[in-house]
C-alpha cells in the first residue's frame, strides 16, 4: 500500500508518457522497448495509464471511505446515544440499505447522480454508511452505560459533551480498521462502476476504464491491455484487506498474544 500511494504522488515524475496522449504508429504495441507495459488502441501507454490510475483510484478510495465514515459516525453516534423513537426510526432506514447489495446501490446512485468524479465518490459514498453506522452505533449502546459517562453526567457536562468527548473517541479503534477494509471495497466499485460507464470519464485514466475499453474486443490479441490492470486492482484490494487485518490485530487487545 506504501508503494502504491507513492506511485499515485508522484505519477507525474513516475509516468514516462502523456496517459491521455494518443500515438497512431503504437496502436496495440506489445510490451517492451519504449513502452514498457504496451500501448492501447489508440496509441496510449498502458503503463502511464496505470500509474495515473491509481492516483484516481486511491483518491476516490480514500474520499468515498471518509465521506461514508463521516456521516455514518454521526447517524450511528446520535442513534445509540439518543435511543428511543429516533433509534427506531433510524435502523429501520438502515435496514432498507443494507438490504441492497454495496455495488448495486452504488449503480443506483451513479446512474441517478450521473458520470463524474464527485458523483462516483458520493455513489461509493452512501453505500458504505450503514455498515459504519450499526458499528458505532453498537458500540455507543455498550459505551453509554459505563461508569466513566455516569461520572462524566454526574459532574453536570452537557449530553453532547459526553457523546463526543467520551464516548465518539472510545469507538474510533473498531472505526479504523473498518474504513481500511472498506477502502478496498470502495476502489472495487470505483473499477465496476467505471468499468460499466458509470464512474469516472474520459479522458481520466480509470484502470476499470481501462479493462472496459479492452475487455471485449482486446482480450485475445492484446490481452496485455486486461491482464495488467487487473493486476493493479486486484494488489491494491488485496493491500488494503491485509491492512485492515494487521490494523485489527494491532489495536484488538483480544487478538494480541
Do not use: K
Not at 513502452?35 to 495515473?52: N, Q
Not at 461520572?151 to 473498518?178: D, F, K, Y
Amino acid at each position: 500500500m506504501a508503494l502504491f500511494v507513492l506511485t499515485a504522488l508522484l505519477a507525474g515524475t513516475i509516468a514516462p508518457f502523456d496517459p491521455t496522449a494518443t500515438d497512431a504508429p503504437a496502436s496495440l504495441a506489445r510490451p517492451g522497448g519504449v513502452h514498457l507495459l504496451g500501448a492501447d488502441f489508440m496509441g496510449r501507454d498502458v503503463f502511464s495509464r496505470i500509474v495515473h490510475g491509481a492516483r484516481i483510484s486511491l483518491a476516490v478510495g480514500l474520499c468515498a471511505t471518509a465521506l461514508g465514515c463521516l456521516i455514518g459516525v454521526a447517524i450511528g453516534l446520535a442513534s445509540g446515544y439518543l435511543g428511543g423513537t429516533f433509534d427506531l426510526l433510524v435502523q429501520r432506514l438502515i435496514d432498507i440499505l443494507q438490504s441492497l447489495p454495496l455495488l448495486v446501490m452504488a449503480l443506483v446512485m451513479a446512474a441517478s447522480l450521473g458520470p463524474s468524479l464527485t458523483n462516483t465518490i458520493v455513489a461509493i459514498a452512501i453505500p458504505l454508511v450503514p455498515n459504519v453506522a450499526r458499528i458505532i452505533r453498537s458500540n455507543t449502546l455498550a459505551l453509554r452505560e459505563m461508569p466513566f459517562v455516569e461520572a462524566a453526567r454526574a459532574v453536570g457536562m452537557s449530553e453532547v459533551r459526553v457523546a463526543l468527548r467520551h464516548v465518539l473517541p472510545n469507538t474510533l479503534a473498531p472505526l479504523i480498521v473498518l474504513a481500511t477494509a472498506q477502502v478496498g471495497s470502495a476502489i472495487l466499485v470505483e473499477s465496476a462502476l467505471s468499468f460499466l460507464g458509470l464512474g469516472i470519464p474520459e479522458p481520466h485514466p480509470s484502470w476499470g476504464r481501462m479493462l472496459s475499453e479492452s475487455a471485449a474486443e482486446y482480450v485475445r490479441t492484446a490481452p496485455w491491455l486486461v491482464i495488467y490492470p487487473g493486476i493493479a486492482i486486484s494488489l491494491v484490494v488485496f493491500g488494503t484487506n491485509l491492512l485492515g487485518d494487521a490494523l485489527r490485530d494491532t489495536l484488538d487487545p483480544r487478538l494480541r498474544r
